[in-house]
């Protein structure tokens, strides 16, 4: 006897379809071109992208469905339980290529001139689904070309097939409606809206979007063909997000940066800035050997003369402090620390530029949650940052909260380009939002607006706390912000009550004075529910690896001035131009000074040794990003002439003065000892964070056995003390 199998239910939440006689189960809601790709059935699509909202505008996903009269567009069609679906039967099929076939009317056949050929939709489409004749013979339409939309973006406009994927998207992610549609039917043209210039710090998606090589990059226009490219995946280091990349070259020669999506990072987006600063990589310019001041002229040395002078100099003089860039890697910050614990005997180190210091409830000065979970916040507040400018994709993460319905607070001394999706805007003075801040929790824990559990089983001194904070009233609030009493207080009610909830500060707000405490901004984190398990919490870090350097302990621990305010007789800079950050005091009276950079800045000129640095698209290693996210940089290229990697050079001078701590052969044993000596980093995985970065995690708290508790702070809050 046969027995029957009977087939298990379909979760909860799920439709059940089927998709050229294959049974395809979905969540609820799905688009039928999405619910197709998951079963592995192309549907081809023009003006569809799953980041955007669907409009049907191209018509080629068209598909058979049973019991309905005319053919569908996948991409607006939500799937339906039963439903029967058939894209590859002759109906869909000739309409696919009809649609093909008119956009193809207009369509130049520059294919061997376009900049997307080898790597076009159309091209691709087309040959899968087009005809293999055109029926039109008619003359083809054309426009002058190219027309610069801006500096950086070129449009072809006899190419476009008016998928709005530019439009759409400049009015759907960044919010500018930098691009619109002008005129109707036949005659509609992309262009930039009147009035406006195509100046979106995020235009060059536009590139990526368009399917046909209409809207193209100026910087890279004719430069080479996508199969002469040479692609290796990296991180972008020109910001503290960690947008993944694919840094693209030739002949040794970077010529583009592309986005490489890592979702809960970067949502598949890069800002300008990330996109199409690269040049300086090849810069020719850039320093190829080691250089020694030698008659007070600096002048080509071997690497090591150069070595050797630095470790000799380094061991006769007193005391030697030590600046890093803060777009090092996990793996240089280490082994420069490392050199100065042990090598140097305790000569102090920083890096540079530097946030003021911010030490969060955990005990860590971390983000508490992550970058992805910002977009499913029902409240957040932003104390005096402006992502747009520092974390900018970051931005677009935030703008995706309020679409998906958070309520937005922002407390700023200057506009800020969320003010136009905000639900309250406050311009505050930078020194005001402390009191602001304090002002808030005695209004919260004085009417017991908080979540009594969470904060009774998982706190204590709340009433100490408060007490300490009774002077920051709202009255003084309103005095010292120039604000209205009663709008204070309304804001302040708004902060509680719709989680999850995030409350995002500047770094410099934690160390404001009167009361400007980082206890304050912990303590209203834990009111509001910001530093809970769904929340995010945190004062967020502007450069690629700061938060590696503060992980790793680079910094004084006393924060205030670089090197923690003293005057070492000599300095070893890595990546670090003090000219161009006002720093210059550093450098008076110096005995010896290094330098390791890319090209010969203000402050290398004054340097006795010169060593030649590396670019990030030149280097292995690892970048910590804003929310505690390890990712893997690869090299892609060769560095110039000598030039050798920053590690190396790191450990070379290790080598000559401490050789049984310095013997790592390769970026990776630095990472292995890194993570046998720092607990946090040793949870890791190097393969997870090869592909596609891994937190570490913050401690565990609330137990329920009483360990773990978050405290109040009630120090000094007058005075302003840190923690």
Same mark, same amino acid.
């Given at each position: ?46 003006? +569809? ?33 039963g ?18 076939g ?18 076009c939709?159309?091209q ?83 590139i ?5 090589g209409?809207?193209? /990059? ?14 290796v ?21 970077v ?15 890069l ?8 040049d +300086? ?17 600096? /002048? ?45 005997k305790?000569?102090?180190t920083?890096?540079?530029?530097? /946030? ?18 910002l ?54 003075p ?8 304090? /002002? ?9 607006? +908080?979540?009594?559990? +969470? ?7 709340l ?16 005095n ?30 934690a ?36 938060q ?94 000598e ?11 290790g ?7 310095f013997?790592?052969p ?13 607990p ?44």
């Open positions: 006897m046969v027995q029957e199998v009977t087939k298990p239910p379909a979760p909860p939440d799920t439709v059940t379809l089927t998709i050229n006689e294959r049974e395809v189960t979905v969540p609820k809601g799905t688009l039928l071109v999405e619910a197709a790709k998951s079963a592995g059935i192309d549907i081809p699509v023009f003006c +569809y992208e799953p980041r955007l909202a669907p409009v049907g505008a191209c018509r080629m996903c068209l598909v058979e469905i049973e019991k309905m009269p005319r053919l569908q567009t996948a991409c607006t069609t939500p799937v339906a339980d439903m029967i679906v058939r894209t590859n039967t002759e109906k869909p099929r000739a309409a696919q290529s009809d649609v093909l008119m956009l193809l009317a207009n369509h130049p056949l520059d294919c061997p001139v376009c900049d997307k050929g080898g790597e939709p159309l691709d489409t087309t040959f899968n689904y087009g005809p293999g004749i055109s029926k039109f013979i008619e003359p083809k339409r054309t426009f002058p070309k190219p027309i610069p939309l801006s500096p950086l973006i070129a449009l072809d406009r006899e190419r476009c097939i008016m998928c709005y994927r530019c439009v759409r998207f400049q009015r759907e992610i960044p919010g500018d409606e930098a691009l619109t549609v002008i005129d109707r039917g036949s005659h509609s043209e992309i262009a930039v809206t009147e009035g406006r210039d195509f100046n979106s710090p995020f235009s060059g998606n536009t990526e979007l368009c399917p046909v209409a809207l193209t /990059s100026i910087p890279f226009r004719f430069r080479a063909r996508p199969w002469d490219l040479t692609k995946p990296s991180i972008c280091d020109q910001c503290s997000v960690g947008c993944n990349l694919n840094v693209e070259y030739r002949n040794n020669t010529l583009r940066l592309t986005s490489h999506a890592n979702p809960p990072v970067d949502d598949g987006w800002c300008d800035h990330g996109r199409f600063t690269y +300086y990589i090849n810069d020719k310019a850039r320093l190829t050997t080691p250089l020694i001041r030698r008659d007070g002229k600096l /002048s080509t040395a071997t690497w090591d003369e150069a070595l050797d002078l630095v470790a000799r100099r380094f061991s006769e003089l007193s005391s030697v402090g030590g600046v890093i860039s803060a777009r090092a890697t996990n793996e240089e910050l280490y082994l420069f620390g490392k050199l100065f614990r042990t090598a140097l305790g000569g102090a920083d890096y540079a530029p530097r /946030s003021a210091p911010a030490v969060g409830p955990f005990g860590v000065d971390a983000l508490h949650g992550s970058i992805a979970a977009e499913k916040m029902k409240t957040i507040i932003i104390l005096g940052v402006d992502p747009l400018h520092d974390q900018p994709v970051v931005n677009l993460r935030l703008r995706k909260a309020a679409k998906n319905g958070a309520r937005i607070i922002i407390a700023t001394p200057t506009p800020n380009d969320l003010d136009q999706v905000a639900a309250h805007v406050l311009r505050v930078d020194n005001a939002l402390p009191t602001l801040a304090a /002002s808030w929790i005695n209004l919260i824990a004085g009417e017991q607006l +908080y979540d009594r559990e +969470y904060i009774e089983q998982r706190t204590a001194g009433r100490a706390a408060t007490e300490r904070l009774a002077p920051f009233t709202l009255d003084r609030a309103a010292e912000t120039g604000l209205d009493r009663a709008q204070i207080e309304a804001v302040g009610r708004a902060l509680v009550g719709n989680g999850p909830t995030a409350l995002l500060f500047g770094r410099k707000q160390a404001q004075p009167q009361p400007g405490d980082q206890a304050i901004l912990n303590n209203l984190g834990l009111l509001i529910g910001a530093t809970n398990d769904a929340g995010v919490f945190g004062g967020l870090v502007t450069e690629a690896n700061e590696g350097a503060i992980d790793l302990g680079v910094a004084p621990a006393n924060g205030g001035a670089l090197l923690g305010g003293q005057v070492p007789s000599a300095l070893y800079l890595v990546g670090v131009d003090l000219h161009s950050t006002g720093q210059t005091a550093l450098l008076n009276d110096l005995e010896f000074l290094v330098v390791q950079d890319l090209t010969l800045t203000a402050t290398a000129e004054q340097a006795d040794v010169v060593f030649p640095a590396v670019s990030f698209a030149e280097k292995d290693g690892t970048l910590t990003n804003l929310e505690r996210r390890v990712q893997r940089l690869r090299p892609a290229i060769h560095p110039p002439g030039a050798r990697p920053d590690w190396r050079v790191i450990r070379d001078i080598k000559r003065l401490a050789p049984a701590d013997a790592q390769s970026p990776l044993t630095v990472w292995q000892e890194l993570a046998g000596a720092v946090a980093y040793g949870q890791l995985n190097y393969a997870t964070i090869s592909n596609g970065g891994q937190q570490w995690s913050l401690p565990t708290v609330g137990d329920g056995n009483g360990g773990g508790r978050f405290s109040f702070h009630a120090d000094d809050m007058e005075s302003g003390s840190t923690r």
